[in-house]
């Protein structure tokens, strides 16, 4: 019973990855991925892809009283397989493309036969993208720090 | 689980259609609409209760109903609606076959009395014409309607109903793709 259960754990968050990989990747992207990648299986559209506004909550300074920070344009989509397996995916923006794309993969990604071979050739290859982008803009930022130090030093 | 079926195939256009249906039907009682697009529910639900589900359900409408898991999970998914174990809690009932007792269902206050469930009761068939005798409401002489496979003893759990004025329970009734309604103003004679 222990097992089964942290056994589901490790595959929710296993999926939680691709979904949130998927999420960050556009349409574009994602295609050129996909153009290497072993064929998708054919789908059917349960809902969407639908463009929606979700409000986004923060707290002030991260422990404050909770308030509506505004809202965001999110596109959601759920695909089902031949088999009866569904994929979801929310995207933030209007990006319908993008939104069915990640939730037909969601929903392939699923089965443990086509895993590996779709982490190895669309998901993994998009987090690296991802990191390398991320790091680019930290050097970026990086290289404009300004240091109270070296202003005292200077003057 | 057969796994979750798509929902209406265009959610505005058609959700606006069946409400359209479901408001004619409401407004001329026992008059039969064919709904032009409904979506094909998981069995055993019929495309009208499907659809007249889909229309009128959202989040903020707790739902009963025995139609099976498959059913409940579509209802979820494409409706939103909370799903409660308790019929007396429920602004939606839907029923197919034995529906909960018209007098266990919410039937407003005298204050509120559209705070009352709406009843969605699947038949087997619904044909105008011949059957029960309705008059009432929004009906100019007598509507003719007959219902295959309306539950046991209807007619005189719907006479208490209509007893409650202003309060009560509405019915919108559904087989295949059809629908008709009967709002708790309306009285019914056995033909």
């Not at chain 2, 229309?55 to 059913?71: I, K, M, Q, R, V």
């Not at chain 2, 005189?156 to 295949?176: E, T």
Request: one cysteine or more.
């Amino acid at each position: 019973m222990e097992g089964t259960q942290e056994r589901q754990r490790a595959d929710d968050a296993e999926r939680r990855r691709w979904m949130g990989i998927l999420a960050r990747s556009n349409a574009a992207a994602i295609e050129a991925r996909l153009a290497e990648a072993p064929a998708l299986p054919s789908h059917t559209r349960l809902r969407g892809p639908e463009t929606g506004l979700v409000m986004v909550r923060g707290r002030a300074g991260g422990d404050g009283a909770p308030f509506n920070l505004g809202e965001m344009t999110v596109t959601r989509c759920a695909v089902r397989l031949a088999d009866g397996t569904v994929g979801h995916a929310y995207q933030a923006g209007r990006d319908a493309r993008a939104a069915e794309l990640a939730a037909a993969l969601d929903a392939a990604l699923q089965d443990p036969a086509r895993r590996p071979a779709l982490m190895a050739s669309v998901v993994e290859p998009l987090a690296a993208a991802q990191t390398e982008a991320r790091e680019r803009e930290a050097r970026r930022a990086a290289a404009t720090r300004v240091r109270f130090l070296a202003m005292e030093t200077t003057r | 689980m057969t796994g979750l079926l798509p929902g209406f195939a265009d959610p505005v256009v058609d959700a606006q259609s069946t409400f359209r249906a479901v408001l004619e039907a409401m407004a001329r009682p026992g008059r039969v609409h064919r709904l032009s697009a409904p979506p094909a529910a998981p069995a055993p639900l019929s495309p009208a209760a499907g659809a007249v589900l889909l229309a009128l359900a959202d989040g903020e409408t707790p739902l009963w109903l025995n139609a099976g898991a498959d059913a409940t999970e579509w209802a979820r998914f494409h409706a939103g609606c909370p799903v409660v174990a308790d019929a007396g809690e429920a602004e939606f009932v839907l029923a197919i076959g034995a529906p909960p007792a018209l007098s266990a269902l919410q039937v407003g206050t005298d204050e509120d009395p559209h705070r009352s469930a709406t009843l969605i009761l699947q038949v087997q068939a619904l044909e105008e014409g011949a059957g029960w005798r309705l008059t009432g409401p929004g009906i100019e002489r007598e509507h003719r309607l007959r219902v295959a496979g309306a539950p046991e003893g209807f007619l005189a759990q719907w006479a208490a109903n209509r007893a409650l004025s202003p309060r009560g329970v509405d019915i919108i009734l559904c087989a295949g793709d059809r629908v008709a309604a009967l709002p708790r103003g309306t009285m019914i004679e056995e033909g």
